[in-house]
């Protein structure tokens, strides 16, 4: 057990507290060198409470050795021979459905048309699909607030749709994974319902608390503004939510709650789905008590509350009950999406001996040290560069990571790291080298093969998220400019990943023949996936490239990794082998030339330049060689 007079040193020796304090380090850009100094490395927890005169509360340090105290187990890191699965092998392909093709002019996408571009996914070369959520739902925040988990939403089709849909991937022999919510239900859910109309036994599926109007349970905050709780006058209790309102907490804590979803995840892997991404599978188990969130934790990770549930006390037994309950039975797969988790902890909870996930989505690599999604920023390379490095050289063969920079919850890639136009393509390429020769599963997001960016959103009311929603008024409430608002929202809102797929260079880029539920800018009228299909040079074409190379040899899946020139800036290079097959990549992660080692350019098999020069590296510059 760690106490106050554990030593910093001490601390970073537990997988918990090292997840924590590089978590920490990260959010306020400091390096880990510092902490790895003798001098820090040595202080104490009570010497470090001295020297904060206050600043760090007594409630601080409990708080932290409580969540350090609540792992007792070690990851494995021995020697194993890595083990081969379809799902290390597989390319991913995320697909938002609402934005994807729209096959009934209703202007919202739908299952006939995810059928109807089947065959543009098969050419590309991808093997497996994660569709986000297309269960029935109000869609207060788009599908991720589930009304009935075993009805296909209106808008996307029916179940019959679906079923056809699986018909259709079977016969390309291509995988399909869903999305789980099951962290919250809708509001609308009949479970919540009833609950409402005073039925005690759906009243215990949430997270409902006593008490009267104007006395909040505790200080947690939602993820998308204000508070977490929500009052309900008709039962005199406040309801959970950390999500939108209209999200409820599920109360894992009742195991009918927790036999529901096994029942439920069984129901769809009999109809021969492949498994599922977990959202926020990692806040499913709350400390009981629900007591307050430390402020400065709040401050500092942005929420209030999260170090209560973000590693609860249950998480691990829930997960392997599941595993056990419905994962096994159908051999599925299954990735979590766990935010705030790091490299130790996603080892506890992903190990092949450990029988819980099979890999997690974790999101440091997101955004660089120091800086959260609403900044306005650039993002330095070389950080991607570390990061990727600590993750290939310390994820040992129990372990393997997914790769990927975007999702529906992100803005596009290209755009954080340089919005230059003449650098769009180059950097579209750079970015899928890195992602299709590392060892990992790549998910590309949709539209990332076609080397998107941005949206040129202009006015608050082109918006749709209810996160950059009630994040602007938020703002405007915070005393900002309806200007300075619109900045930050721009800068962060998840609506860039949102805007319709551009099809063609026809009205609304093919999405759709009526009004799309979103709109896009006019940036489809030359990137769209038919004129890049015809241009060999294009975005597209290097994805493809590069997904038939990594699918034509497993040595870029599963061969070892060495690189080299670590240290050298704006540089990265990597050597993957098995046997006596070798792969090269070298890469100029910044705008200036850079020299780079005399390989033979008769062994470059790919680069993002027409005419790569001899140990000379352009802006942005990408190479695969074969030795
Ligand atoms: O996201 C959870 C999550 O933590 C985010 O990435 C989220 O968008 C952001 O942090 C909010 O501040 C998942 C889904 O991917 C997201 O689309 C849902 O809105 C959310 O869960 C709730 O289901
Ligand atoms: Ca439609």
């Known amino acids: 057990m760690l106490s106050k007079k554990a030593k910093v040193k001490e601390l970073y020796a537990n997988p918990v507290g090292k997840d924590v304090l590089d978590k920490v380090l990260l959010q306020v850009g400091v390096s880990k060198k510092w902490l790895l100094n003798p001098l820090v490395g040595n202080l104490s927890l009570e010497r470090i409470e001295k020297m904060s005169f206050g600043k760090l509360p007594e409630s601080f340090f409990q708080k932290i050795l409580k969540l350090l105290n609540s792992e007792k187990d070690l990851p494995k890191n ?8 379809w799902w290390k092998e597989a390319v991913f392909y995320q697909i938002y459905p609402r934005s994807f093709k729209d096959s009934n002019g209703d202007g919202m996408g739908d299952l006939r048309g995810i059928i109807e571009k089947l065959d543009y996914l098969k050419n590309l070369g991808i093997t497996a699909l994660w569709l986000s959520p297309i269960y029935e739902s109000p869609n207060d925040d788009n599908g991720y607030d589930i009304s009935d988990y ?23 022999n291509m995988k399909i994974i869903m999305d789980l919510v099951v962290n919250h239900t809708s509001d609308e859910h009949p479970w919540f319902k009833k609950a409402l109309a005073g039925d005690k036994k759906y009243q215990d599926y949430y997270i409902l608390k006593d008490g009267s109007k104007n006395q909040v349970p505790n200080n947690w905050k939602s993820f998308f503004s204000g508070s977490a709780w929500r009052y309900f006058p008709e039962i005199k209790k406040w309801g959970l939510h950390l999500f939108s309102k209209k999200q409820m907490d599920l109360n894992w804590e009742n195991e009918n709650v927790r036999k529901e979803v096994s029942q439920m995840v069984s129901w769809w892997l009999a109809k021969g789905v492949d498994g599922f991404r977990l959202d926020v599978i990692n806040y499913i188990s709350k400390n009981p008590g629900l007591v307050n ?7 500092l990770m942005e929420f209030t509350g999260i170090e209560e549930y973000y590693y609860g006390p249950r998480l691990h037994e829930y997960l392997r009950e599941l595993r056990e309950n419905a994962f096994s039975k159908y051999q599925a797969f299954s990735v979590g999406e766990t935010p705030g988790i790091g490299q130790e902890m996603a080892k506890l ?3 092949d001996y450990r029988k819980e996930l099979d890999m997690v989505f974790n999101f440091d690599q997101l955004e ?5 999604r609403f900044d306005d920023y650039l993002y330095d390379l070389n950080f991607l560069k570390t990061y990727l490095m600590n993750y290939q050289e310390n994820f040992g063969n129990h372990y393997w990571m997914s790769l990927f920079y975007e999702n529906h919850d992100n803005p596009r890639m290209i755009s954080k790291v340089n919005p230059a136009p003449e650098y769009r393509d180059l950097l579209g390429k750079l970015l899928g080298m890195i992602q299709l020769t590392l060892k990992g599963t790549p998910f590309i997001f949709q539209g990332q093969e076609l080397g998107l960016i941005n949206q040129d959103f202009k006015e608050i009311t082109d918006f749709r ?15 900002q400019s309806s200007l300075e608002a619109l900045k930050t929202i721009l800068a962060g809102s998840r609506d860039h990943a949102r805007v319709p797929m551009p099809w063609d260079n026809t009205k609304h880029a093919g999405f759709t023949t009526g009004t799309p539920w979103i709109l896009r800018d006019e940036d489809y009228l030359k990137y769209n996936a038919r004129s890049e299909i015809k241009d060999s040079s294009s975005v597209w074409h290097f994805y493809q490239q590069l997904i038939t190379l990594r699918k ?10 060495h690189f080299l020139h ?45 005419q790569p020069k001899f140990q000379h590296l352009a802006p942005y510059e990408a190479r695969l060689y074969k030795i």
Not at 368 to 372: D, E, I, L, Y
Not at 465 to 476: C, G, I
């Open 78 to 85: 021995d020697d194993t021979p890595l083990k081969e699965t």
């Open 150 to 172: 075993k009805k296909i939403m209106k808008e996307f089709g029916t179940m019959e749709d679906f079923e056809l849909l699986l018909v259709e991937l079977k016969k390309r």
């Open 293 to 299: 969130g430390d402020e400065f934790v709040g401050n």
């Open 349 to 351: 909870l992903t190990g």
């Open 368 to 372: 660089t040290p120091g800086h959260v």
């Open 465 to 479: 998220d209810v996160e950059s929603l009630n994040k602007y008024q938020e703002l405007l409430e915070s005393g």
């Open 552 to 561: 034509e040899n497993k040595t870029l899946v599963y061969g070892e990794i």
């Open 566 to 610: 670590e240290k050298r800036k704006n540089y990265f290079s990597y050597l993957r082998k098995n046997g006596k097959d070798e792969f090269l990549v070298e890469i100029n992660l910044g705008t200036t030339p850079l020299k780079s080692e005399p390989y033979l350019l008769e062994h470059l098999i790919l680069s993002n330049y027409d």
